[in-house]
């Protein structure tokens, strides 16, 4: 009898052990699966987002898989290999269908006639980079600016252009980890949560 007792101990033993890597390899795998599929971690490289993002801050971005389209205000990380190898980050100013005007001499931006009220810049867009405005976006593509309008190639230089939808990586939608601040030199934990 104690010998059944134990054989039956130990067998119990061994489906608790399995059952436990069976649930830790599901897990490692459904993180996998999130994070290929899902979600990334993406650090911003450079200060074209100041002063909504600061160099180093690290970014929760939603996969286009599952955020869908892209609006007027969202930020956005993409890959666009003929500009830059490793990905940028910027803001949607108009998607597809929409007519962007910038007047250089106020630093106005304009989409389908209507003036912008960007409080989120660091200053006026006096800055031209190239492009010929007025400007209608085409189909299944966004134009994007960078926050700090006078450090930023973005959508207004001929090297980037209007942005196809396809090559957008995902919209950031959570700051994880604070980059230095451009000016003080200091993390700002207060910082840490959504954005856009």
């Known amino acids: 009898m104690r010998k059944e007792a134990r054989a039956e101990l130990q067998e119990k033993k061994k489906r608790e052990l399995y059952e436990w890597v069976q649930a830790l390899v599901c897990s490692v795998l459904a993180v996998m699966t999130l994070f290929t599929f899902g979600v990334r971690l993406i650090g911003v490289d450079g200060r074209s987002m100041v002063p909504t993002l600061q160099d180093g801050d690290r970014l929760l971005v939603l996969s286009s898989m599952l955020c869908g389209g892209y609006g007027q205000g969202d930020i956005v990380v993409l890959r666009k290999e003929s500009f830059r190898p490793t990905p940028i980050v910027k ?68 090297e980037v252009g209007t942005v196809d939808e396809r090559y957008i990586i995902g919209r950031a939608v959570f700051l994880l980890f604070p980059g230095r601040d451009a000016v003080t030199g200091r993390r700002e934990f207060g910082r840490i949560g959504g954005i856009g």
Do not use: C, K, M, W
């Not at 912008?116 to 007025?134: K, Q, R």
């Open 91 to 158: 803001r949607v100013v108009a998607t597809g269908g929409q007519v962007v005007d910038i007047d250089f001499s106020s630093g106005s931006v304009f989409v389908d006639g209507r003036r912008l009220h960007e409080d989120y810049v660091s200053g006026p867009t006096y800055t031209p980079e190239g492009t010929a405005f007025p400007l209608t976006v085409p189909e299944g593509s966004v134009f994007i600016l960078g926050d700090n309008r006078s450090n930023s190639t973005d959508s207004r230089s001929a």
